[in-house]
């Protein structure tokens, strides 16, 4: 006789995981980029005050 299971887990939020990704994710794109070193690191900042604005 077989016997089915049915596993699930439960969604976890781990803000912080969240925050590294979308930097992680925001500083390859900027890097891919064309500009200037000093643009380079003003969009990173720009977008990294954002993303902590809307935690």
Known sequence: MKKRV??????????????WLQ???????????QLPPRL???LLYETLS???RSE
């Open 50 to 52: 954002k993303q902590e």
């Open 23 to 33: 930097h992680l994710i925001s500083r390859v794109v900027v890097e891919q980029l």
């Open 6 to 19: 049915r596993l699930q887990t439960a969604p976890q939020i781990n803000t912080a995981t969240n925050l």
């Open 40 to 42: 380079k690191a003003k």
